[in-house]
C-alpha cells in the first residue's frame, strides 16, 4: 500500500508540471541514426560511481544476479552474455561465463551510449541483447585533470584522472579504487539465523585500479594509441539468508569468496582515414585471473574445498575499412578474431582443465542516404566458432563441433521535420555459448559434443517527436523471439528452450523551465518461455522519474524515483516471487567554484526492505558526500 501512494503522489506532482515541459529540436542535419540509442545523462543521477549505477535506472536494464557481487544485466528481457561492450571501438574482455563486471568498472571521463538493439553496432549487426558504448570524452589542450571522492554509510571511493594534450599527442592516466567494509540493510528487513543483524554478511569488496593511454598523430591521415590497463579486487559474494551453511556443495549459504580478482589489459589503436577512405585497427590482449574459495565459517580461516583458480587471456584484433562511394552510399566491412583460453586449476594438484575457442566473423554495412530525411541501413556477418579438440582434462582430448551462423539487419530511419522522427530494424541474429556453456568446468559435469548458437529474429519500430507544446517523447515497441536458449539442466548446459520477448518503452524530456529539468521513463516487458511462464528476474513494468530544480547558478537539488515491478526466481529448482519495491533518491549539489563541486544525499531515502533476488536482500538507507575538483 505505501508503494502505490508513493507512486500515486509522484505521478500527480510529474502531471502538474507536465504542460510546462519543452524540448531541443531534433536536427535535421544530424538525425536517424541515433534515434535508436540514448546516451545516459550522468548528471541525472544520484552518486552513479559505477558503471553498473550508471545502469540500473534505465527502465530496460534489470539487475538479474547480486549473488555473485558482479551486477550482471539484462537487457530487455535477454540472457546477460546475450549484450556486447564496447570502449572507443575495443570490446570490454567478458569472462568465461560471459559477462562484462559492471560494478567493477570505474571511469567518469567516458559517455555511456545504449543500443538496446534497434541499431547496427559499430561494425555490423548488433548483439542479440544490445549494446554498452563507452566513448572518451574529449580532451582538453594543455594539463587537465579532476580529483573525484565519495563517502557513504556503506563504501569510499575515489577516483583521480589527469591529462595533457598538444597538437601531436596526448596522454592520460587514471587511478581508481573502491572499499567496502559490508553495506546496512533496511530497518524492515527480518533477520534470519545466518543474517542476524543489519550488517550484511560476506559483503565486503575492495578494488584498486588505473591505466595509461597515449595517442600520437602520426600525419595529417593517421594517429596512433596504447592504453594498459590495471584491474585488482576480492570481494565476498553475500550469503543466502535463508539457508543455515551446510556442508552440501550446492548450498549458496557456505561463506564464498573471490579471493583474488585480476585484469590486465594492453589495447592497440591505429586509425587513418584519406579522402573517402577510412582504416581502423583495433588490437587487444587482456590477462584474467580469478581464485574462488569455500569457507566453513565467516572468518575466512578454513577452507571446505580446494582452492579454485581460473587462469584465462583473450587476444585478438578487429580491421575495418570503409569507403564512401558518394554524398549518399557508404560501406564498412571488418574483420574480427578472437582466440580466448581458460584454465582451471584445483588447489595445488596437478589437476586442470583447459579450454580454447577461436571466434571470426567478416562483416558488411551499407548505409544509403535515400533522401535528406530516410537512411537505409543493412548489415551482414558471418560468424565461425572454432571449438576443435578445444577441451583438455589431465591430457584427455574430446572433439567438438564447429559451430557458424549469419547474422543480418535492416533499418530504416526517416525524418519528416524537426520535430518527427521515426525508426524500424528487422533482425535475425545469434550467440554463440560461452565458455562456460560450452565445457564442463566441474569433474562431475557431462562433457556435451555440441551447443547449437542460440537464434533470434527480432522487430523494433521507435519515433521520437514533439506530441504536445514544449514536450519531447520517445516511443518503441519490440519483438523478439530467441530459439534453441542454451539452459543448465544440472550436470550439463544443452539447447532445451525458447522465449518470446516483446514491450514497449516510453520516455518523455523535459530541459524547458530556466530551473528544472525532467524526465519520465517507462517499460513495459513481456518475457515468457515456450511453457508461457514468465523469464526469471524480468518484471512486467519499470518506471523512472528524474527532477533536478536550480535553485541557484551553482545550486540544485535532484530527486529520482524507481519503481520495479514483481518479479520471479528460482531456487533450489522451487519457485519464488519477488515483490515490487520503489526507490526515492535525493542529491543536494553545490559548486563554490567552477572547478569545484560538492554534493550530498541519500540513497533509498525511505529505506525501502527490497531485493534483486530470493535471499539477496538489497542495501537499506544510505548518506553519501561526495567531492570533485577539476584543474
Not at 48 to 67: G, M, R, W, Y
Not at 393 to 402: E, P, W
Not at 472 to 490: P, Q, S
Amino acid at each position: 500500500m505505501k508503494q502505490i501512494q508513493i507512486a500515486k503522489f509522484v505521478i500527480i506532482v510529474y502531471a502538474s508540471t507536465l504542460n510546462a515541459l519543452m524540448l531541443e529540436p531534433i536536427s535535421i542535419e544530424a538525425p536517424l541514426e541515433n534515434i535508436a540509442t540514448t546516451e545516459v545523462d550522468e548528471e541525472l543521477q544520484t552518486n552513479a560511481q559505477t558503471l553498473s549505477e550508471k545502469l540500473l535506472n534505465q527502465v530496460s536494464i534489470n539487475q538479474i544476479d547480486s549473488s555473485t557481487n558482479a551486477s550482471v544485466i539484462s537487457i530487455r528481457g535477454n540472457d546477460f552474455r546475450a549484450t556486447d561492450y564496447y570502449e572507443d571501438g575495443v570490446p570490454l574482455y567478458k569472462t568465461a561465463n560471459g559477462f562484462v563486471d559492471t560494478s567493477m568498472y570505474i571511469d567518469n571521463s567516458l559517455k555511456v551510449d545504449l543500443n538496446f538493439g534497434g541499431a547496427p553496432s559499430l561494425y555490423a549487426p548488433s548483439a542479440v541483447g544490445g549494446e554498452i558504448v563507452l566513448t572518451s570524452k574529449k580532451l582538453k589542450s594543455g594539463l587537465h585533470g579532476y580529483a573525484d571522492t565519495s563517502i557513504s554509510t556503506n563504501n569510499r571511493k575515489l577516483e583521480t584522472l589527469v591529462s595533457y594534450k598538444t597538437d601531436k599527442y596526448y596522454v592520460k592516466a587514471m587511478l581508481n579504487g573502491f572499499k567496502q567494509d559490508r553495506f546496512i540493510l533496511s530497518n524492515d528487513f527480518a533477520y534470519t539465523p545466518i543474517q542476524p543483524d543489519k550488517e550484511r554478511v560476506n559483503s565486503d569488496k575492495e578494488q584498486f585500479g588505473g591505466y595509461l593511454k597515449t595517442g600520437y598523430k602520426m600525419s595529417e591521415h593517421s594517429d596512433i594509441a596504447f592504453k594498459i590497463s590495471y584491474l585488482k579486487g576480492d570481494f565476498g559474494l553475500p550469503v543466502q539468508v535463508y539457508n543455515e551453511p551446510s556442508n552440501a556443495f550446492s548450498t549458496a549459504a557456505d561463506y564464498q569468496r573471490t579471493d583474488n580478482k585480476e585484469l590486465n589489459s594492453y589495447w592497440f589503436y591505429y586509425d587513418y582515414k584519406i579522402n573517402t577512405l577510412t582504416l581502423k585497427l583495433r588490437s587487444y590482449y587482456d590477462a584474467y585471473t580469478d581464485t574462488f574459495n569455500f569457507y566453513n565459517s565467516p572468518s575466512f580461516t578454513t577452507l571446505k574445498y580446494d582452492e579454485s583458480i581460473y587462469e584465462d587471456s583473450r587476444l585478438g584484433s578487429i580491421l575495418s575499412v570503409g569507403y564512401d562511394y558518394s554524398q549518399k552510399s557508404s560501406a564498412l566491412v571488418t574483420l574480427r578474431v578472437d582466440r580466448n583460453r581458460h584454465r582451471t586449476k584445483d588447489g595445488d594438484t596437478n589437476s586442470y582443465r583447459d579450454y580454447e575457442a577461436i571466434e571470426s566473423s567478416l562483416s558488411y554495412l551499407h548505409k544509403y542516404q535515400y533522401n535528406k530525411n530516410i537512411l537505409l541501413t543493412a548489415s551482414l556477418a558471418y560468424k565461425i566458432q572454432n571449438l576443435t579438440q578445444a577441451y583438455r582434462y589431465n591430457n584427455t582430448d574430446i572433439d567438438y563441433k564447429d559451430n557458424k551462423a549469419v547474422d543480418g539487419q535492416l533499418t530504416c530511419n526517416y525524418v519528416y521535420n524537426k520535430e518527427q522522427s521515426y525508426y524500424m530494424s528487422i533482425a535475425k541474429k545469434n550467440r554463440f555459448a560461452s565458455m562456460v556453456e560450452l565445457y564442463p568446468f566441474f569433474p562431475w559435469d557431462t562433457a556435451t559434443q555440441y551447443v547449437k548458437p542460440e537464434r533470434s529474429k527480432s522487430l523494433e519500430i521507435g519515433t521520437e517527436l514533439k506530441v504536445i507544446k514544449n514536450t519531447k517523447l520517445k516511443l518503441a515497441t519490440y519483438y523478439n523471439r530467441v530459439d534453441d536458449m542454451i539452459l543448465f539442466d544440472g550436470n550439463q548446459y544443452e539447447n532445451s528452450d525458447a522465449a518470446t520477448i516483446k514491450g514497449v518503452e516510453l520516455s518523455l524530456y523535459n530541459y524547458s523551465f530556466e530551473n528544472q529539468n525532467i524526465e519520465f521513463s517507462y517499460a513495459y516487458t513481456d518475457a515468457k518461455d515456450k511453457e508461457d511462464k514468465r523469464v526469471i528476474l524480468i518484471p512486467a513494468s519499470k518506471l523512472n522519474i528524474t527532477d533536478e530544480i536550480f535553485f541557484q547558478s551553482n545550486t540544485s537539488f535532484l530527486v529520482t524515483y524507481l519503481y520495479v515491478g514483481s518479479r520471479d526466481d528460482v531456487y533450489n529448482s522451487k519457485t519464488y516471487s519477488l515483490e515490487s519495491y520503489s526507490l526515492i533518491d535525493t542529491q543536494i549539489s553545490y559548486a563554490p567554484k567552477t572547478n569545484l563541486t560538492l554534493k550530498g544525499g541519500v540513497k533509498n531515502l525511505l529505506d525501502e526492505n527490497c531485493a534483486s533476488r530470493h535471499g539477496q536482500p538489497a542495501p537499506g538507507r544510505a548518506f553519501f558526500l561526495s567531492l570533485k575538483y577539476k584543474f
